[in-house]
């Protein structure tokens, strides 16, 4: 698959994450994490000619709402919804739309309003998406709900196929915790032991609630455009999007009988794939990451999936450091989603700025140093994962 012409992001903005009832409404986070992308570009709401805006829990045409909040142009507003992959389908859509040239700047929104508690569907009166997954699943405690079942599952996959410890998850979240120590954006900042990780409340062996990410509340935007629209409007072109593959289940996922393909390790394989072609580059070349981390024993699953270690070692890449500052790859560093929170519709946008902000060299006490290039992942269940490669352009603002 080709990918074409150059895309910029021109401008990244993010309201902190909350507990949900802790922060504002959809509308409000949606609306004020807009402005802060627009201010971040350095362009008024006038000049964005497409916007799409994702969302899980809502009524339709919940991105209206929010857009309107900042202006009333008359541009379309598609609202997009792919599970927890949300945020990152709507800077897809927005991406290809520059890139085809069907415009020339667009913006992606992502917002959730959640309510506490673990995620359940909405209707009951009808086929759940999660059937076949469910479905494909070994027997097991319904109280434990399908989705803790499943990233739990693919853990014990990992730890059967290769004697991997619950300990080893339960330093995921460890690491977790000391990265979000240095994000303003992130709802737990306080550090965390391995044994207080293991020591808490069960949910879907090997899970426990450490392991576990929060329900969230929060948004994130982005600006993209063309290098023409940049140039001809005094914006910064430091950040383009190199290459980006979006993909969902093949057969295997649910004929396979790893339990590691029904929480989308094969959509992630295809996905990195196409993107390390797209760009010719290697995972080795890569040296921050940001992944989908909403349980830990995802994370470990997905070092592999992406490339980052090879198969049946992510333990070992775990325990030895390399996921981490002073190792081979930063993963990560907001705190991911088991610290900065998880938002479904904000979080792959959420991703976006956070490595945005590494390739302009602005993120702080984040900072992974002379980094060029930084890869993306979020995963939908159902199913959807988009990863997408950053790479910083000559100087950087």
Known sequence: MAFGNQVVVAGVGMVPFTKPSAGASYDTMGSDATVLALSDAGIDYSLIQQAYVGWVYGDSTAGQ??????GLSGIPIVNVNNNCATGSTALFLARQA????????????GFEQMTPGALRETFHDRTSPMTALSDALPPGSEADGVVARLFGGAGLEHMERYGTSASTFAKIAVK???????????????????EEVLASAPVSDPLTRLMSCPPTCGAAAAVVCTPEFAAAHGLSAAVTIRAQAMTTDRAETFTSGDRRELVGAGMTRQAARQVYEQAGVEPTDIPVVELHDC???NELISYEALGLTPEGTG????DDGDNTYGGRVVTNPSGGLLSKGHPLGATGLAQCAELVWQL?????ARQVEGARLALQHNIGLGGAAVVTLYERQGTHR
């Not at 333990?315 to 775990?318: C, K, L, R, Y």
């Not at 302009?360 to 702080?364: I, S, Y």
């Open 65 to 70: 709402v929010a857009l309107y909040r900042v």
């Open 360 to 364: 302009r060299g602005t993120a702080g």
């Open 98 to 109: 520059v890139e085809s040239g069907a415009v020339d700047c667009a913006l992606a929104l």
């Open 295 to 297: 349980f830990a024993t």
């Open 315 to 318: 333990a070992a890449f775990v």
């Open 176 to 194: 977790a915790r000391s990265h979000a120590a240095n994000n303003p954006y992130a709802v737990f900042r306080s550090p965390l032991t391995v």
